[in-house]
């Protein structure tokens, strides 16, 4: 293979570096595009093979590029979700506790229950953790009186997410590091330095820069000085991660490049020793699919470091996740070119112990919204979807999928000229939100999977873009309304609803609570469900949501006699109490004063991004500041900066 190598050193040495940052910004803003830009898909069926040889997969490749014009093949597509709710277990309609009964802490809102989602901010009870500034904070929270900073683990790339299990700290984080691929260095990356001006040091390479994504774990056992444990490098961008018991699974993307006789793999690397992947580790689909982004799906034991593991798959793209206690779902959205319409494939893992195996693959007409578009029922999966065929009016569709995902029951035709904003799928009931000018939500009973109907829909201003349980027959919205006039569609300010579902075929609005100010209002939780704190297990209820708002504010120059214009603002949590009734305002905590100044018109924070609580007191925090007030009357306790 040398006289490859050095053909496809000389052909990359020079143009490689701007080529592939060329590739990969491009591919950043035309994911769902590119990614999808085929031939017509084939029925789902075809099994799961592995690749005998390089040959082999060279072969592969070459025929899912042809016609591209690129030989250069692949598409990494990050999930979203999240970007990434609260699915509840499917014998309890109740929100599941926190933790463990009498715990005393909130964790993650997390979707299915015991399957726990990494976030930004993790607590035990005893310590929270935090990323600022890229960084990792440990605050000892053991007494709110005594809190304060324990430790700080400094990160050299971006620091997405974190898990805490029973003393073992996982930080995932990801960037795009130096590599040199090709000739010597192709079989153990990093064996050559290379600086991004420089001539390539190694003989008979061509530079490459991947996105890498790093796993660390950390002995948190003592908080002031944490210790780590493992350090995991895997291929790709960073497309989600589930913690199950013991087990956290990270799931990252990968680009495949090749050239006419080469194939570009990449490596896994454990404690600093990396391990090039082999044509016979990766597995495809025959079924003229021709799937061009890797999937590697990695398990990493917390406390058994030789436990580690992991599983890589060409499949068409990757989008979404959702995770049971049992099977990971992903989910890949292809663009029909000949009909111009879109269609998700869906594939299914396997996942016990650590062990991750190919179940099962399908496909069905839409494109789903986020995890909440999905849910494992009784053996069963539901899928909610936006239908946008350009021959059609847009509509709504759900979909229950069997154990080899094939479809045995549908409604087709929800919502004609509007599209999904939110979804939600408990026990036999399903609701889904869909917005064009009003804001319709749907009860659907699910209760016979090969026939699922719509009991009833109201229809009311605004738009719900999560939905969260409140009990067995009320549900909790946060979207957006207009600040002033209810028939506006322009949706300026945060919006909570409450919904009462006990009459599915009348579904009614019981409450709701607009946070209206002049210049509008935003909260993370419309987008993120992680952002939304919801707890049954305080007196009274709690809700709380990270709020910022604007307002206008008159200026008069005195240098021109002329009024204009600028928004202050105020950024901070609202805390709620709830009940069946309502929402009641319990107060407002900020950790930055109100902006008045007429030299920063636009104000963007310090924001509050997330809240907890530990015993009796209520935890907000922001990149630089965890406030402490009591869930009493919201009196402050204390402050500490980050």
């Keep these: 293979m040398e006289s490859k190598r050095t053909s496809l050193g000389e052909r990359f040495e020079k143009t490689a570096p701007a080529l592939l940052v060329a590739v990969l910004l491009a591919g950043l803003i035309a994911v769902a595009f590119l990614a999808t830009q085929r031939g017509p898909l084939a ?19 070459g025929q899912a590029g042809s016609g591209s014009g690129n030989q250069m093949v692949g598409l990494e597509v990050g999930f979203g979700g999240g970007p990434a709710g609260n699915r509840l277990a499917d014998v309890n309609m109740n929100t599941p506790p926190p933790a463990a009964p009498g715990a005393g802490y909130s964790t993650t809102n997390n979707q299915v229950a015991g399957v726990d989602e990494a976030d930004i901010v993790k607590t035990d009870g005893q310590t929270i953790y935090i990323v600022s500034g890229g960084d990792v904070v440990l605050v000892n929270a053991s007494t709110a009186a005594g809190a304060k900073v324990a430790s700080r683990i400094e990160m050299d790339s971006w620091t997405t997410d974190l898990y805490i299990n029973a003393g073992r700290l996982v930080v995932i984080t990801h960037g795009y590091p130096y590599y040199v691929m090709g000739g010597i260095a192709r079989e153990g990356v990093g064996q050559c330095t290379v600086d991004w001006l420089s001539t390539l040091p190694c003989e008979d390479s061509f530079t490459y820069y991947p996105y890498q994504t790093v796993v660390r774990v950390y ?11 493992q350090n995991i490098t895997l291929p790709g961008w960073f497309a989600g991660s589930r913690m199950i018991g ?8 990968e680009y495949v490049y090749y050239d006419q006789d080469d194939v570009i793999l990449p490596a896994v690397g454990v404690d600093g020793v990396n391990v090039t992947l082999r044509p016979s580790d ?44 049992t099977d990971l779902y992903v989910t890949s959205t292809a663009w029909r070119s000949w009909s111009s319409e879109t269609e998700t494939w869906i594939y299914r893992l396997g996942i016990e112990g650590g062990n991750v195996t190919y179940e099962a693959h399908g496909a069905v007409a839409g494109w789903i919204l986020n995890q909440f578009s999905m849910d494992e029922h009784e053996g069963n999966l539901r899928v909610a979807v936006t239908n946008n065929a350009p021959e059609r009016a847009t509509s709504t569709a759900v979909y229950v999928l069997d154990g080899t995902l094939a479809v045995i029951g549908k409604i087709e035709g929800i919502a004609v000229g509007e599209q999904i904003f939110s979804a939600r799928f408990l026990g036999d009931r399903g609701y889904i939100v869909t917005f064009r000018r009003i804001d319709p939500l749907f009860v659907l009973d699910l209760s016979d999977p090969t026939a699922p109907t719509i009991l009833g829909e109201l229809e009311i201003p605004g738009v719900s873009t999560y939905l969260h349980p409140y009990d067995e027959t009320h549900l909790i919205g946060v979207g957006s309304a207009s600040c002033d006039d209810p028939t506006n569609t322009w949706l300026n300010c945060v919006k909570l609803a409450l919904f009462d579902v006990s009459d599915a075929t009348a579904p009614t609005l019981v409450d709701e609570y607009i946070v209206a100010t002049e210049g509008g209002s935003y909260s993370e939780a419309q987008w993120d469900h992680k952002a939304f704190f919801f707890s049954r297990d305080l007196n009274p209820d709690r809700l709380v949501i990270p709020v910022q708002t604007w307002s206008w504010a008159e200026v008069t120059t005195n240098d021109t006699e002329r009024t204009e214009f600028y928004y202050s603002g105020w950024s901070g949590a609202y805390v709620f109490e709830v009940d069946v009734t309502g929402f009641a305002l319990q107060g407002e905590i900020t950790h930055t004063p109100e902006n008045t100044t007429q030299q920063d018109p636009w104000y963007y924070g310090p924001q509050v991004r997330r809240s907890l609580y530990i015993g009796d007191d209520l935890y907000t925090v922001s990149d630089g500041l965890v406030k402490i007030n009591a869930l009493a009357d919201l009196a402050e306790i204390k402050a500490v900066p980050l």
């Design 43 to 61: 029925i789902p069926g075809g099994e799961l093979r592995h690749f005998a040889s390089e040959a082999e997969m060279l072969q592969y490749l």
């Design 219 to 229: 002995d948190v056992s003592d908080i002031y000085a944490p210790s780590l444990v």
């Design 246 to 253: 013991d087990w956290v699974y990270v799931l990252t993307t």
């Design 282 to 325: 990766i597995g495809y689909f025959n079924d003229g699919s021709y799937g061009t982004t890797l999937l590697t799906v990695a398990a990493v034991a917390t406390h058994n470091p030789a436990g580690f593991g992991h599983e890589s798959f060409l499949i068409s793209g990757a989008q979404t996740l959702y995770v049971s206690l």
